[in-house]
């Protein structure tokens, strides 16, 4: 299964719950979170999508370091069902 089906679902799922989504890039810094997921009542995530089995780069998993110390919720979700267990955790 491709990344980008995984992202399309991911997408998919927040917007039927209400969410927003927006891609994210960095200017002149590698290993952005892929989407920054923002649910009502301003719960906000920043989430890395993979294809199955898929694993961040090592230039990822330190941003998603930086981003969790400063105490931001990063996700890295890497199949449908995973897409699934994430929604059914922070929008049931």
Same mark, same amino acid.
């Given at each position: 299964?491709?990344?980008?089906?995984?992202?399309? #679902? !991911? *997408? %998919?799922? &927040?917007?039927?719950?209400?969410?927003?989504?927006?891609?994210?890039?960095?200017?002149?810094?590698?290993? &952005?979170? %892929?989407? /920054?997921?923002?649910?009502?009542?301003?719960? *906000?995530?920043?989430?890395?999508?993979?294809?199955?089995?898929?694993?961040?780069? %090592? #230039?990822?998993?330190?941003?998603?370091?930086? /981003?969790?110390?400063?105490?931001? %919720? *990063?996700?890295?979700?890497?199949?449908?069902?995973?897409?699934?267990? !994430? !929604?059914?955790?922070?929008?049931?």
């Amino acid at each position: 299964m491709l990344e980008s089906k995984v992202e399309q #679902h !991911f *997408v %998919d799922c &927040a917007t039927a719950r209400g969410g927003e989504v927006r891609k994210l890039t960095y200017i002149g810094r590698r290993g &952005a979170p %892929d989407r /920054l997921l923002i649910l009502p009542h301003g719960r *906000v995530f920043f989430v890395e999508l993979k294809r199955p089995d898929g694993k961040a780069e %090592d #230039h990822q998993t330190r941003e998603h370091q930086r /981003l969790r110390r400063i105490g931001a %919720d *990063v996700r890295v979700l890497d199949t449908l069902e995973a897409v699934d267990a !994430f !929604f059914n955790e922070v929008a049931p």
